[in-house]
């Protein structure tokens, strides 16, 4: 309980800001470091200090644009409302980190993990261990997350061809909360960084930042849907 207080009240600050210096930042954006040998650190530069920017225009929320780098097992995972994992390769959590994992989304907080190509088979079996008892589930284009800000009635934008497909949104739901978005064949985390770095055009770019700004936003607010 005393978790997901600490994040209702982050929610509540990052959203109303009208009583706040200009000056001033209520929280920030984390980026998950992790054991294994992938490259947690695949967008490390620009992502996540553009999305934050994106959401404070399109938001109003007064999230510090300099991105917070968290550990798995670290307490300090709890100081974050919104945390975002991704890379390539190998993906290896320890017991400990598992366990601070779960505490850390039971008690309020989100997990969005973004594949950035090959992720795919490493990451499942370790968010296995976070939470045996749960399977990712694809979630219609009528759930929430779709429908925040911007509405995306087709479900995730395609942002990186990879092998092609279809981008796919999952989740891990638990006791009726989504917990972890998981998006696949999408690659919504390079659509965030600068132009100049995959020089992706500014449309994909656009369609990235505000489905990310979606998935703040209903991070921020407990899962609610928007209102009309």
């Known amino acids: 309980m005393k978790a997901f207080r600490l994040f209702l009240l982050f929610a509540i600050i990052a959203l109303t800001t009208s009583f706040r210096p200009a ?10 470091k992790y054991n294994g040998g992938g490259d947690w650190y695949a967008n490390l530069e620009t992502s996540l200090p553009n999305l934050a920017r994106f959401c404070n225009e399109q938001l109003g929320t007064r999230i510090n644009p300099e991105q917070g780098i968290v550990e798995a097992g670290s307490n300090e995972i709890f100081n974050y409302p919104f945390v975002h994992m991704t890379g390539h390769g190998n993906v290896i959590f320890s017991q400990q980190d598992a366990t601070n994992l779960r505490n850390y989304l039971t008690g309020g907080g989100f997990l969005h993990i973004s594949d950035n190509y090959g992720m795919d088979k490493f990451m499942r079996p370790q968010m296995k261990k ?18 925040q800000k911007f509405d995306f009635p087709n479900g995730l934008p395609k ?54 700004a979606n998935l703040v936003q209903f991070a921020m607010m407990g899962g609610e849907e928007k209102k009309k």
Not at 134 to 145: D, M, Q
Not at 177 to 188: Q, S
């Open 23 to 32: 000056d001033t930042w209520s929280c920030k954006l984390g980026l998950l």
């Open 130 to 147: 976070v939470f045996p008892e749960l399977e990712f589930v694809e979630l219609p284009f009528s759930h929430p997350v779709y429908h």
């Open 159 to 212: 942002i990186h061809e990879h092998e092609g497909k279809a981008p796919k949104g999952y989740g891990l739901i638990w006791q009726g909360r989504l917990v972890c978005f998981y998006d696949y064949e999408c690659d919504l985390g390079d659509g965030w960084e600068s132009p100049e770095i995959h020089k992706d055009s500014p449309e994909a770019r656009l369609k990235a930042l505000r489905m990310g």
